[in-house]
T-cell receptor, first 116, second 113 residues
Framework: GAVVSQHPSWVICKSGTSVKIECRSL??????MFWYRQFPKQSLMLMAT?????????EQGVEKDKFLINHASLTLSTLTVTSAHPEDSSFYIC????????????FGPGTRLTVT | KQEVTQIPAALSVPEGENLVLNCSFT??????LQWFRQDPGKGLTSLLL?????REQTSGRLNASLDKSSGRSTLYIAASQPGDSATYLC????????????FGSGTRLSIRP
């Protein structure tokens, strides 16, 4: 149980285009989902926290207009990287916290984004 | 601001050795501490979670200890195997925002056959 999927697993896009990454909790309802970014040989940095049906909370230094997060249902959150630039190339990982399980998080397999 | 540090950044040992990975955190007011494993290009696998009231947790060949007062945790791996090669991440949850996880920079472990 407690499986989180991400789609796509990897994506290549051209500079200036937008790309959407999906995060799904497959066998539980997630009231809260988290988006992390990981640069090569670095650790995971929290980008934003999203709660179902409300606006996401962004960490300091993360541009909300560039990284659009939508948590439209209890099983799906999306991260859209708008007007992507090569410096946005990174590994994006989501995690999901079950309803009532505030201190549990289950991580997705990650999405490798390369912007050319 | 909580900071999590892991030493060493990289470690290479021959197969069969016992080894210790270190993690330190600056603010002892944590809810729990968790060790993860990450294979190259993959997501995270949770290994052990230690609640703030606990001193250690064990799973198979892995043992994690927590000394909250000194802001330290160790991950002990016994009888290492090549399959243990991965990056090991330490992460803490604070009481102030227990849903938020703060990660260390990781230790890249390589076990030589």
């Amino acid at each position: 149980g407690a499986v989180v999927s991400q789609h796509p697993s990897w994506v290549i896009c051209k500079s200036g285009t937008s790309v959407k990454i999906e995060c799904r909790s497959l066998d539980f309802q997630a009231t809260t989902m988290f988006w992390y970014r990981q640069f090569p040989k670095q650790s995971l940095m929290l980008m934003a926290t999203s709660n179902e049906g409300s606006k996401a909370t962004y960490e300091q230094g993360v541009e909300k207009d560039k990284f659009l997060i939508n948590h439209a249902s209890l099983t799906l959150s999306t991260l859209t990287v708008t007007s992507a630039h090569p410096e946005d190339s990174s590994f994006y990982i989501c995690s999901a916290a079950p309803a009532g399980g505030r201190y549990e998080q289950y991580f997705g397999p990650g999405t490798r984004l390369t912007v050319t | 601001k909580q900071e999590v540090t892991q030493i060493p950044a990289a470690l290479s040992v021959p197969e069969g050795e016992n080894l210790v990975l270190n993690c330190s955190f600056t603010d002892s007011a944590i809810y729990n501490l968790q060790w993860f494993r990450q294979d190259p290009g993959k997501g995270l696998t949770s290994l052990l979670l230690i609640q703030s009231s606990q001193r250690e947790q064990t799973s198979g060949r892995l043992n994690a200890s927590l000394d909250k007062s000194s802001g330290r945790s160790t991950l002990y791996i016994a009888a290492s195997q090549p399959g243990d090669s991965a990056t090991y991440l330490c992460a803490v949850r604070e009481y102030s925002s227990a849903s938020k996880i703060i990660f260390g920079s990781g230790t890249r472990l390589s076990i030589r056959p």
